[in-house]
Every structure is written in C-alpha cells, then in structure tokens.
C-alpha cells in the first residue's frame, strides 16, 4: 500500500478498536470494514507510473500520477508500467560477419515505454521480449556487416540496430531512444595478422614517403650541377667550404688525396674559362692571372 492508503487504513483501524472498546461493537465492525474497502480500493500512482485497470475482464482504464479508486473485487490492477527509460544489455556470441570473422559483441539499449496499454495488453512480458528481439537484430546486422566496416563505423552499426529494434518494438507500445555497441571482440590469431597487416601498410606508407624525399633530393642534386656546370668557380668554393667546416672543430684532422689538393686548384684553362663568363679579360696582363691571384678570401 501507499502511504495515504496505510495512513488512513491505520486511522481507521485505531478508531475501530477505541470505539469497540469505549462504545459498542456495531461501530467497531463498520469501521474494520471501511478500512478493508480503503486498503482495496484506494491507489497511488507516481509520475512515473501508469496502472492499467481492467473489470470484468475488460480494460476499464490506464491511471497514472495521483490518488485514484478503484472498484473491490470487479475491478484489477494487471500491470504497473514505468515509464522511465530503461536500459538493457544483450550480447552476440561467435556471430559471424558478412567475410566469416566470427566475433563477440556487446550492446546496449535505451528504451522507454510510451503507450502503457500496449505494452500490458499486447504482449506477455515486454522487457524479456526486447532482450530477444535486440539479440537477434544484433545478430543480423553482423551477419550483413564486413569486419572492417563493424570495427571502424560504430555510429552507422548503433543506427541501424536503433531503426531495427525500434521496428519491431514499436507495436508493443515501446519506443528505443538509443542503441550502444560497447566492444566487439575478435579472435586472437585475427588480431595477430591484423596488427601484422597494419605494421605492413606503415612500413609500405613510410617507404614511399622515403622515395618521395629521395627524389626531391635528386631533383635539387640536378639543379645544383647544372648551376656548379656553369660556374666552376662556385664549385670550388663548394668544396672549400665543405673542407672548412670538417675543419673548424678542435682537434680534427683530415686527410685528402693530393688528387683532390689538384682539383682545389683549377688549371689556367679553367680559371681562363671562368674569368671569360664573368667577363673579366685576361689578355695584356702580366703576370698571368692564376689561381691564388683571383682566389676569393676564405676563412683559413
């Protein structure tokens, strides 16, 4: 019973026995009776709840939020629905997707009741009856779903399983708000050659990445040459920079073949080639334009 039933029940009760005990019996025996009435006939319904009544076996009413009376012995409470949202969590085990992965789902469905007459008078246990149907559906979208689209496309596999459930739930008076997969499990030696193929595709991706820069550098070799073809000068300036800078540190020591001590100092062909496309002449000059004498300042 409810508060306001148990309350007034116990009022009448107290003043059934003062009155069999100050007055007469006759009172007392009217008053056990109108309390039994009220115990029976007097209910509460939560803001939540709804009673669906039924008399003579015929639906009467669906009563809801508030105190309300029914009729002793004709009238019956069958069902109390909450109509709050529910959750409930179903599974798929070794489900087999659409390229044969066998895999272990779990999900999760929100769900509320929107038409309590439905839900009481249409089907016999309507919560069991969600758990079926969700499993089912759930079994049905992995069967129609390939492993890679199941793992990655979460929202899409929550939706369709949303639209489906709420489907075949609707005529019992149900509504689903949201449907959750929380993991899907996948056979050890799969994960095995599914970590092996995404290490491959790295290692493929990171080689390419390689090639591209090693052309680019090619490119820019390519353009250096033709630029030091045109100008022997920058080139041996090139290299004596290359030489000063392994220099420059304390204590280094390098050692060069007077092949490469030869090539630091181009010939009078060269320089004379050189002074020619700078347009420097060497013609009446005494004494002859050499090397050391055009050699620009370097750093020693």
């Not at 087999?96 to 038409?115: C, E, K, Q, S």
């Not at 790295?202 to 070799?221: H, T």
Request: net charge neutral.
């Amino acid at each position: 019973m409810n508060p306001v039933t148990s309350f007034l029940v116990y009022a009448l009760v107290a003043a059934a026995l003062a009155a069999g005990y100050w007055k007469n019996l006759y009172l007392a025996a009217a008053l056990f009776v109108v309390a039994i009435i009220v115990a029976l006939s007097l209910k509460m319904a939560n803001v939540w709840q709804k009673f669906v009544i039924l008399r003579m076996g015929k639906l009467q009413a669906v009563r809801g939020a508030g105190l309300f009376a029914i009729v002793p012995v004709l009238d019956t409470v069958i069902a109390i629905i909450d109509e709050r949202i529910q959750t409930t969590a179903f599974n798929a085990e070794q489900a087999l997707t659409r390229d044969t992965v066998p895999v272990n789902v779990d999900a999760i469905v929100f769900w509320h009741v929107h038409d309590a007459e439905k839900a009481a008078l249409a089907i016999t246990n309507y919560r069991e009856a969600i758990d079926r149907v969700s499993q089912t559906s759930l079994r049905e979208m992995i069967g129609a779903s390939l492993l890679a689209s199941l793992l990655s496309d979460r929202k899409d596999a929550d939706q369709q399983l949303k639209l489906e459930i709420g489907l075949k739930t609707a005529p019992w008076g149900i509504s689903v708000s949201a449907v959750e997969i929380r993991d899907v499990a996948i056979p050890v030696a799969l994960q095995d050659a599914m970590s092996r193929q995404a290490q491959a595709e790295r290692e493929k991706q990171a080689r390419v990445i390689l090639g591209s820069a090693e052309a680019e550098i090619a490119g820019k070799f390519v353009e250096a040459a033709a630029v030091y073809a045109g100008h022997p000068w920058a080139l041996q300036l090139r290299a004596m920079n290359i030489i000063y800078e392994t220099t420059k540190e304390r204590g280094a020591t390098i050692l060069m073949p007077s092949s490469m001590v030869g090539s630091l100092d181009p010939s009078p062909g060269t320089l004379a080639l050189a002074l020619a496309a700078a347009g420097v002449s060497t013609e009446g000059r005494n004494p002859p334009v050499t090397a050391a004498a055009v050699r620009p300042p370097f750093a020693a």
